[in-house]
Antibody, heavy 119, light 109 residues
Framework: EVQLVESGGGLVQPGGSLRLSCAAS????????MTWVRQAPGKGLEWVAN????????YYVDSVKGRFTISRDNAKNSLYLQMNSLRAEDTAVYYC????????????WGQGTLVSVSS | QSVLTQPPSVSGAPGQRVTISCTGS?????????VHWYRQLPGTAPKLLIY???NRPSGVPDRFSGSKSGTSASLAITGLQAEDEADYYC?????????FGGGTKLTVL
């Protein structure tokens, strides 16, 4: 059974940093593109970042470029999101998710971890 | 302002058919990029409902169907049930960006 379990969320002050982790199991982690998607309270889904299998292709939404860094450790079956210079508008539930093998569909999602940026 | 436009809300009575539209542009849906649909029940993570415009993952009932034409796509739900009340999102690809629609809240009357 595919499982994605996020951790690392919490309350942080504006300008602070946080590192999210996602532990993957039930599939060959190194064979899949992975992604982070966020959802602000009461709002819709927003794609944040992608990383391919060997870390040679990485993409970010413009609003997080230069502040967030997506990474992965295939030996540990883990995905990460380092978030620096956090802003109030980064407050959201962050989902770790897997891209399927068809054409950029997200076939599995974690349960999400809440990041709150507030003073 | 989402790149893909969905109606904020739709509603229908049990047993009825409803459709949710997803309107894009020549740089995403109109460029031939596939559309995927997700359902999000309150307080839970999204779940894949339709992939590559028309395909259902294993376990998704055939009451759910997708279509795509030109710069738009649609999700149809027939035989509406109370448990279909949820938020629905479309998703596609646009110039090295992965984009979602703003979401549609389906209310079962």
């Amino acid at each position: 059974e595919v499982q994605l379990v996020e951790s690392g969320g919490g309350l942080v002050q504006p300008g602070g940093s946080l590192r999210l982790s996602c532990a993957a199991s039930g599939f060959i982690f190194s064979s899949y593109w992975m992604t982070w998607v966020r959802q602000a309270p009461g709002k819709g889904l927003e794609w944040v970042a992608n990383i391919n299998q060997d870390k040679s292709q990485i993409y970010y939404v413009d609003s997080v470029k230069g502040r967030f860094t997506i990474s992965r450790d295939n030996a540990k079956n883990s995905l990460y999101l380092q978030m620096n210079s956090l802003r109030a508008e980064d407050t959201a539930v962050y989902y770790c998710a897997r891209f399927g093998k068809n054409n950029w569909e997200i076939d599995y999602w974690g349960q999400g971890t809440l990041v709150s940026v507030s003073s | 302002q989402s790149v893909l436009t969905q109606p904020p809300s739709v509603s229908g009575a049990p047993g009825q058919r409803v459709t949710i539209s997803c309107t894009g542009s020549s740089s995403n849906i109109g460029a031939g990029h596939d559309v995927h649909w997700y359902r999000q029940l309150p307080g839970t993570a999204p779940k894949l409902l339709i992939y590559r415009n028309t395909n259902r993952p294993s376990g998704v009932p055939d009451r759910f169907s997708g279509s795509k034409s030109g710069t738009s796509a649609s999700l149809a739900i027939t035989g509406l049930q109370a448990e279909d009340e949820a938020d629905y999102y479309c998703q596609s690809y646009d110039s090295s960006l992965w984009v979602f629609g703003g979401g549609t809240k389906l209310t079962v009357l």
